[in-house]
């Protein structure tokens, strides 16, 4: 019998996954779905569309976050 999932705990990454949900691209880089939501919509973060649904490609999630890594600092 499979034990409770605790609300707290991590998503369970699963790696046969193609195409995520915007939430779900959320949880993976820890922030707010509508902060996701507007990274999507600023093209900030690669996202497709299948009928009328919104997806993020797997591979488009560590790719935002190399971009991150790579781009200068910015002065204050």
């Known amino acids: 019998m ?5 609300a707290d705990a991590p998503e369970s990454f699963d790696p046969s996954l ?3 949900t915007v939430e779900e691209a959320a949880r993976r880089l820890r922030i ?3 902060t996701c ?5 600023a093209g900030g973060i690669e996202s497709v569309t299948v009928g009328r ?5 797997a591979d488009a999630v560590p ?13 204050a």
Not at 37 to 41: I, P
Request: charged share 30%; glycine share 2%; hydrophobic share 45%.
């Open 2 to 6: 499979a034990e409770p999932r605790d």
């Open 18 to 20: 193609v195409l995520l």
């Open 32 to 34: 707010g779905r509508t």
């Open 37 to 41: 939501f507007r990274l999507v919509l």
């Open 53 to 57: 649904l919104r997806r993020v490609p």
């Open 63 to 75: 790719a935002y976050v190399a971009r991150l890594r790579h781009r200068p600092v910015e002065a």
